[in-house]
């Protein structure tokens, strides 16, 4: 009865163990370069590009072929990405002042490419050519987007210097030492400029700063002799020496401008309200007006 028994134990232990073989067999159990490749088609399916990644990384270490194509796909469509990052954040007629984000952006494409393109190459030297070609047709066109996309930076970024140089040039010239300089009627930004500079007082509390900063802006001009166009407010003489003397508007201030070699006939075919453009020295001459020019001559 024992050995009957034991024999029928041995029988049963045997099947299952042959069952499991068989169940084993008929599941397939892959190889484990399959097994990582489809879980990594499994985590592309739901988006989950880096953890596919590391599963086809993984496969394509143990030789599988199409791994490594899934790899250089994976590359390639990163490529397209950063190249539509670029192009539809930016207005390449309208490159801003820092262009080191889509310089970054670039340089990443290029190295997404290359990447894609040692994957194409292990996977040739593998022996599988299955659907090689589409893979490198597109990688070419991708190729092609950057570089084309790289020539629309450059000329973006010399359109942008050439702009930069035009209001590097535009600020130079509005300015009043460049006005002063060359002997031309003050722009609107340079008087204003001027008038900053006359009229500036320092308020910090602190005295001895205060001073030496309303005397470094107050000098800037002092004694400077300047061009600027105004209408007549008034045309008057001085009380002492009979010099002719008018107060003209100018944008954001009034000028006392003292004209001592005017005689008093030419003077009187000045009218109140008319426009005249004339040449002085601003001094610090104590007037009611914003800021005094002697020595002056229409233009």
Request: aromatic share 6%.
């Amino acid at each position: 009865m024992k050995e009957s028994t034991m024999y029928n134990m041995c029988k049963v232990v045997r099947w299952v163990s042959l069952l499991m073989v068989a169940i084993f067999v008929v599941k397939g159990c892959r190889p484990t370069d399959v097994s990582l490749l489809e879980e990594g088609k499994n985590f592309e399916k739901k988006g989950k590009y880096i953890e596919a990644e590391e599963e086809y990384s993984a496969s394509a270490a143990l030789g599988n072929a199409e791994a490594m194509r899934k790899l250089g796909d994976l590359n390639k469509m990163r490529v397209y990405n950063s190249i539509s990052q670029i192009t539809s954040s930016l207005s390449l007629e309208n490159l801003p002042d820092d262009s080191s984000w889509y310089d970054m952006r670039l340089s990443k494409a290029k190295v997404e490419a290359t990447r894609a393109k040692h994957f194409y190459d292990k996977m040739q030297k593998a022996g599988c050519t299955s659907q090689i070609q589409s893979s490198l047709t597109q990688l070419a066109k991708c190729e092609a987007e950057i570089a084309g996309t790289e020539s629309r930076i450059g000329a973006a970024k010399a359109k942008a210097e050439e702009e930069a140089e035009r209001r590097a040039e535009e600020a130079r010239r509005n300015s009043p030492e460049y006005c002063i300089d060359n002997n031309i009627e003050l722009s609107p930004a340079a008087l204003k400029e001027v008038v900053r500079a006359i009229t500036f007082s320092s308020r910090t509390g602190n005295k001895i700063y205060d001073r030496e900063e309303n005397i470094r802006n107050h000098n800037r001009f002092m004694n400077k002799t300047i061009i600027v166009r105004g209408s007549i407010r008034e045309v008057g003489t001085t009380f002492f020496t009979g010099e002719v003397k008018l107060i003209v508007d100018v944008p954001e201030a009034t000028i006392s401008a003292l004209f001592e070699g005017m005689s008093q006939e030419e003077a009187m075919e000045l009218k109140v309200g008319e426009s005249i453009t004339f040449e002085g020295q601003i001094t610090n001459r104590a007037v009611l007006s914003t800021f005094a020019m002697d020595q002056c001559r229409l233009k």
